[in-house]
């Protein structure tokens, strides 16, 4: 069954698809759809910036609260210049679902800044920053709303959050932001964490299917902190990775990648992904997705697969990294070729998992060893995982949609108990 979004890749009417399939199947009642469909609350904020250069410019930035039914917004900060409203909005309604899956006291939220930040000098960036977090100041805060890194942003960007933030409230608040560096209450694990998530998961499908990890090729689309981070845990753990690919191209090597080779190309020497010496065929971003592997994880960016090209896949297990990067009219497609599909709010959610690790820790104001850190995470996404399957087998529908109904009853569930405030 498919709900069809009219335009397939407006994300937000992908998100809303699976919603209201998983919706359907939970005879979810006509007040509570509509209540669980929009948003809480979204913000426009206009962002002044004097660049270098003296110009004026104003920046367009958007905060959505989708839910705090279960606990405080949480969810990233996107820098991109195609940052658009209604991205935000299917993004923070996936941090909704997506703390539900993996049952951590958070609602959902997200944030973006239509920028380019490859554009702007650092300085140029920390205005930008600092304005858009003042903007937002009365909004944010460890119980209300708690950014994160995502696209563009990083832990230097997450550490003028903090600051700025602690100046209006007047005092240090660490906990209002995660990802931060480990220096401002960080925490150990938080930058490996998403790939770390995708790779407990890929290990338990392996584990299902009987194969093992040193016969599973695998795929990663995108290098940024998701894909490198999976690549190297990946490729550690005995994995082989034949194929990567960032924004500027895609390699191929039937033989498999020396990982921390690559990582050290891209990140210490600073040279394009494409040119690596021990590389292998050339291929452009998107076309790697369509290589034969075992596992495929795209962590790049939304809509990679979608109806046009999904009958072209050619793995055994679709580890979702990136948010959406399948559309809602590809879903039935990879169904049908019977690819095992471990959705983005399972796959990635290690991220968020951390996050709410970090935010615990500097509430407390005690941190905790990397190990211990990396064994709570693994508990918590091998038990996410398995209850998403059980709820497929039991439910008889995809695991995509196993995971939005074991998330929606989590939120409906909290919601009927707190009742609706007049
Ligand atoms: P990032 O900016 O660090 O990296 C993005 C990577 O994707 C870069 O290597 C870039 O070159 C590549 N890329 C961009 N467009 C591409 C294209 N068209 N084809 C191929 N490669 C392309 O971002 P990130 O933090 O790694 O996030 C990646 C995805 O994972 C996003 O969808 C994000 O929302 C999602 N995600 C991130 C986290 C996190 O903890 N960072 C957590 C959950 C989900």
């Keep these: 069954m498919l709900v069809a979004a009219e335009n397939e890749l407006n994300v937000f009417e992908s998100a809303e698809a699976r919603f209201e399939i998983a919706a359907r199947k939970l005879e979810l009642e006509d007040g509570l759809y509509r209540y669980l469909k929009y948003p809480n609350k979204e913000i426009t904020v206009y962002v002044p910036v004097a660049l270098d250069n003296g110009h004026l410019e104003v920046f367009i930035g958007y905060r959505v609260l989708h839910s705090a039914v279960r606990g405080p917004g949480k969810g990233g900060i996107r820098f991109a210049p195609n940052v658009t409203l209604d991205e935000v909005r299917a993004l923070a309604a996936w941090m909704t679902w997506k703390s539900a899956v993996v049952n951590i006291p958070f609602g959902g939220a997200k944030g973006g800044v ?3 930040p490859s554009k702007l ?3 140029e960036l920390e205005r930008v920053t600092r304005r858009y977090t003042a903007e937002l100041s009365e909004w944010l805060g460890p119980e209300r709303d708690i950014p994160a890194p995502d696209i563009g942003t990083n832990d230097q960007i997450m550490a003028w959050v903090m600051d700025t933030y602690s100046m209006h409230v007047r ?13 401002l209450g960080g925490s150990q694990g938080r930058r490996e964490a998403t790939g770390r998530g995708l790779m407990i998961c890929a290990d338990r499908a392996v584990e299902k299917f009987r194969m093992k990890r040193a016969d599973s090729r695998v795929i990663v689309q995108g290098f940024g902190n998701v894909g490198s981070q999976a690549s190297l845990l ?20 039937e033989k498999g990648f020396d990982i921390p080779k690559l990582y050290d190309w891209v990140y210490i020497q600073h040279r ?6 021990d590389g292998g065929e050339k291929t452009n971003p998107q076309e790697i997705l369509f290589r034969p592997c075992e596992i495929l994880i795209p962590a790049a960016t939304e809509n990679q697969i979608t109806s046009e090209n999904a009958h072209r896949l050619s793995c055994r297990i679709l580890c979702e990294g990136a948010n959406g990067p399948t559309t809602a009219q590809a879903d039935p497609v990879v169904e049908k070729k019977g690819i095992f599909v471990i959705p983005d709010i399972l796959g990635n959610a290690g991220g968020v998992t951390v996050s709410y690790f970090e935010w615990v820790q500097d509430r407390q104001g005690f941190f905790w ?10 508990d918590v996404m091998q038990l996410s995982f398995d209850q998403v399957i059980n709820y497929a087998e039991a439910h008889k529908v995809d695991n995509r949609i196993a995971a939005y109904i074991l ?12 009742g609706f405030y007049a």
């Design 114 to 116: 239509i920028c380019d």
């Design 121 to 123: 000098s650092k300085t």
């Design 171 to 183: 005092q240090a608040t660490t906990a209002v932001v995660t990802g931060k560096p480990l220096d």
């Design 234 to 253: 990946m490729h550690e753990a005995g994995y082989k990775i034949i194929g990567v690919a960032d924004v500027h191209g895609g390699l191929y090597n």
């Design 272 to 277: 394009p992904l494409p040119e690596f010496p």
């Design 369 to 378: 060893r990397e190990s211990e850190v990396n064994e709570r995470l693994t």
């Design 407 to 418: 998330a929606i009853d989590r939120v409906t569930r909290a919601l009927k108990l707190r």
